[in-house]
Every structure is written in C-alpha cells, then in structure tokens.
C-alpha cells in the first residue's frame, strides 16, 4: 500500500495504491519482491507506505460489520492492516504527507526500510516484535501521523476504538 500527492486535486491532495499477492511471491523470493515495489514506488512517486503479509480489506469498510480483524491483530501483531479509507478520511485537512505505519517494508519518499530479510507473521511466537520492525518504528515515529479523531480499527464494544487504533500504530514502538 503506497500513497502519494495528486498534484490535480486541490481538494483531496493523497492517492493510494494497494496491492496484494500471494504469500507466497513474497516468502518465495523477497529480494524479488522488493525488487519490484522498489521498481513501482519509483515510477509512482510513492509519498510514503507499507507492506508486508496482511488481512485484506475494502478500502472505506474496514470498520463496518463484524470484528473480523482485531482479534488477528491482537494475536499477530506483524500483519499489515491497512485501513487506507479511513487513514484518508483521518487526514482530509493534513497529516497525508507523513507515514501512518511502519511494516516489514516501510516507505518513505525514496528511501525504502526494510525490516529482515522476509515478513514475520508468528511475532508473538518468537519472543514478541523482532528487532528489525522495532528499528523501523523508531525511524519514522517523529513523524508518523497519529492525529486520529476516530478509531480505524473495528473493535469490541468494551475497547475503544480510538485507543486501540493509537496502540496499533504505536505496536512496534
């Protein structure tokens, strides 16, 4: 997932672009693949973005219907949960122009982080979050958006979705 500046649009400057394959062309070979985003992110223009393996979701409705991901996240805090329509409505009067997370893959400008060699999925099973996506944290945490007024995580009704969406972002802090 990448966002970038629409010159064009005076009233909506971001633009995104989502992506998603298979876990295994990443696990396969993830040279390749970060190859490749290196590759798009160039041509694109890419401002800033994530990736690495992740739950899929419909840009706009990633906090409609049931806690489907939550529990997920909980157990695995390494997946990528993008929630770029409601990132985008979050940052409508400003904050696009800063990541909003950090991954296995972090994107910022033309610099590319990458956090290991391949994606971790099972970080709570190593021994918590691996060093490598704790240094990717630290590097964009002075300028990473957290001006969120409302939740972009869909949640229990005993949490609060504001609080457990800071405690996402903040995961590999």
């Known amino acids: 997932m990448a966002f970038g500046f629409d010159q064009e649009n005076t009233t909506r400057r971001l633009s995104g672009i989502k992506f998603h394959f298979p876990p295994s062309f990443i696990l396969d070979d993830p040279d390749r693949f970060v190859s490749l985003i290196c590759d798009w992110a160039g041509r694109l223009g890419v401002l800033h973005g994530s990736g690495g393996l992740g739950v899929l ?27 770029m329509g409601d990132y985008w409505s979050e940052t409508r009067f400003g904050g696009y122009e800063v990541p909003r997370a950090s991954n296995w893959l972090t994107l910022l400008g033309g610099v590319l982080i990458r956090a290991g060699q391949a994606p971790v999925v099972d970080s709570n099973g190593i021994g918590g979050i691996p060093q490598a996506y704790r240094d990717a944290a630290r ?32 995961r590999f802090d």
Request: glycine share 6%; proline share 8%.
């Open 57 to 83: 979701t419909e840009p706009g409705r990633e906090t409609v219907g049931k806690v489907y991901y939550y529990p997920l996240m909980q157990r695995y805090p390494a997946l990528e949960y993008d929630a």
């Open 139 to 170: 590097i964009i945490k002075p300028i990473r958006f957290e001006g969120y007024e409302y939740g972009i995580i869909e949640v229990p009704e005993e949490k609060d979705d504001l609080e457990e969406t800071l405690k996402w972002v903040r």
